[in-house]
């Protein structure tokens, strides 16, 4: 029996320290970054097709940023 095709992929996007941005897929072991937004989007998707079987990927990719901001006390 086949499995059926996920509905949903979440992923935590961060600022890299250096520049860019980093994606990391939550439950699962994807990882790509870029030094930009778009490209960024696209290696997220060339990364989730690269992961799953024809068939067997999401229905659609969320992306979760993250934003850190430090107030002085």
């Given at each position: 029996?086949?499995?059926?095709?996920?509905?949903?992929i979440i992923f935590q996007i961060?600022?890299?320290p250096e520049g860019g941005?980093?994606?990391?897929a939550l439950g699962h072991a994807i990882f790509t970054e870029a030094e930009t937004l778009d490209e960024l989007r696209a290696n997220?998707?060339?990364?989730?097709?690269c992961?799953?079987?024809e068939g067997r990927g999401p229905k659609?990719?969320?992306?979760?940023f993250v934003h850190d901001e430090v107030l002085a006390a």
């Open positions: 029996m086949m499995a059926a095709a996920m509905d949903e961060d600022q890299a941005y980093t994606a990391k997220v998707r060339d990364a989730v097709r992961h799953f079987d659609l990719i969320r992306l979760h």
